[in-house]
């Protein structure tokens, strides 16, 4: 699927039992880039998606989102957490 550009995505944390849940890091999803749904247990009204990383731009840097998107090689996925659609 083809996510829209300018989509706001969240990286992911470590959570409760060793799961992987949204964090409240925003990372904008740049254009014409392809992604994956993911079949977990969706976060809240978020559904995770794995992307490239460099499809990922930070609206902050700090050192999650520098894990996330570094570095951006064409090859290397990471798994990132979108608002559901209604």
Excluded at 45 to 67: A, Q, R, Y
Aim: proline letters at 6%; glycine letters at 4%; a positive charge.
């Amino acid at each position: 699927m083809i996510i829209k550009e300018n989509t706001v995505c969240y990286t992911s944390q470590r959570g409760h039992k060793n799961f992987i849940y949204p964090s409240d890091t925003k990372l904008v999803i740049k254009a014409n880039c392809n992604a994956q749904y993911v079949s977990w247990v969706s976060g809240g009204g978020k559904i995770p998606i794995k992307v490239l990383k460099s499809c990922l731009m930070p609206l902050d840097i700090n050192d999650k989102t520098k894990l996330d998107v570094s570095p951006p090689t064409k090859d290397e996925y990471t798994i990132v957490w979108i608002e559901k659609r209604v």
